[in-house]
C-alpha cells in the first residue's frame, strides 16, 4: 500500500532535497503546531456551539462542518502529494479539522459525560507506547509491514461498507452493539498501524536527508493518522458505554 507518495520517493531518491535538511526535531515541532491550532479550534467550537445552536444558527454552522470536512479531505491529498505545499495545506487541514473534532467531541461528549477526556487520554497512551516501541526496535516497519498493511486494507474496506449499510437499515442498533465494538476496534488497529507507517516514513525522511519541506508532510500524516485514532477511541468507548446500559 503506497501510504505515503514520500516513501517511493525516497526510495527511488526522487525526493526533494536543498541545504536544509528535515530533523526529528523539525518534525515534532511542526505536529505540535498543528496539534495546537486544531485543539484550541476545538476547544472554541466545543465552548461556543451550544451559544450558536441557542441563537438559530445551527444550520449554517452546518453547512460550515460540511465544508470543513471537505476542505480538508482536499488539503490532506494536496499535503501528502505535494511536498512545496505540504505547508499551507497542514495548516488548512488543522483549521478545518478543529471544527469538526469540536462539534464531534461536543455531542459525544454530552450524550456519554467524560468521553472526550477518556478519548484524549487513550489518544495519548496509544501514541506513547505506540512510539516507544517503534523507537526500540521491538515494532520493526519494513515491506513485510507495509504489505500486510495493503491486504488489511483489503479486508478493511469491506467491514466499512457492510457497517455503512447496516447503520442506514438496521432500526435498533442496539442489537448489535457487539458486532459494532468489534469493528470500531478493527478501524482503531488499522490506525494505529497507520501511525506506525508514519513513524517509519519520519524516520525515513530524515535518514535520506530530505528537504525541510518534507517535515510538513511527515507532519500533516502524523496528524491525519491522530486524529482518526481520537475519533475511534471516541466511537468505541460510546458504544462500550451504551453496551454496559443495555
Do not use: H
Request: contains cysteine; hydrophobic residues 60%; charged residues 10%.
Amino acid at each position: 500500500m503506497r501510504t505515503s507518495p514520500l516513501f517511493s520517493n525516497i526510495e527511488s531518491g526522487a525526493a526533494y532535497y536543498d541545504a536544509e535538511k528535515a530533523t526529528y526535531k523539525g518534525i515534532c515541532i511542526k505536529t505540535f503546531i498543528l496539534l495546537g491550532i486544531t485543539i484550541l479550534i476545538s476547544a472554541a467550537v466545543y465552548y461556543y456551539l451550544p451559544q450558536i445552536i441557542a441563537n438559530g444558527r445551527l444550520g449554517a454552522f452546518s453547512a460550515v462542518l460540511i465544508v470543513s470536512l471537505i476542505v480538508g479531505l482536499i488539503a490532506v491529498l494536496v499535503g501528502r502529494l505535494s511536498e512545496r505545499a505540504a505547508k499551507v495545506a497542514s495548516f488548512v487541514y488543522a483549521i478545518a479539522e478543529g471544527l469538526v473534532i469540536g462539534a464531534i467531541s461536543l455531542i459525544a461528549d454530552i450524550y456519554v459525560q467524560g468521553v472526550v477526556a477518556i478519548a484524549l487520554a487513550g489518544t495519548l497512551i496509544v501514541f506513547s507506547a505506540m512510539l516507544i516501541l517503534f523507537s526500540t526496535g521491538i515494532i520493526r516497519v519494513g515491506t513485510k509491514f507495509r504489505s500486510f498493511m495493503f491486504a488489511f486494507l483489503l479486508s478493511f474496506i469491506p467491514i466499512m461498507i457492510i457497517t455503512i449499510i447496516a447503520s442506514i437499515y438496521i432500526a435498533d442498533v442496539k442489537t448489535y452493539l457487539g458486532l459494532m465494538i468489534f469493528i470500531e476496534f478493527i478501524y482503531l488497529i488499522y490506525g494505529i498501524f497507520c501511525l506506525l507507517l508514519n513513524f517509519k516514513e519520519a524516520q525515513m525522511v530524515v535518514d535520506a536527508g530530505c528537504s525541510k519541506k518534507a517535515e510538513w508532510s511527515v507532519s500533516l500524516g502524523l496528524m491525519v493518522s491522530l486524529v482518526y485514532i481520537y475519533l475511534e477511541i471516541l466511537r468505541l468507548v460510546m458504544y462500550i458505554a451504551s453496551f454496559s446500559r443495555e
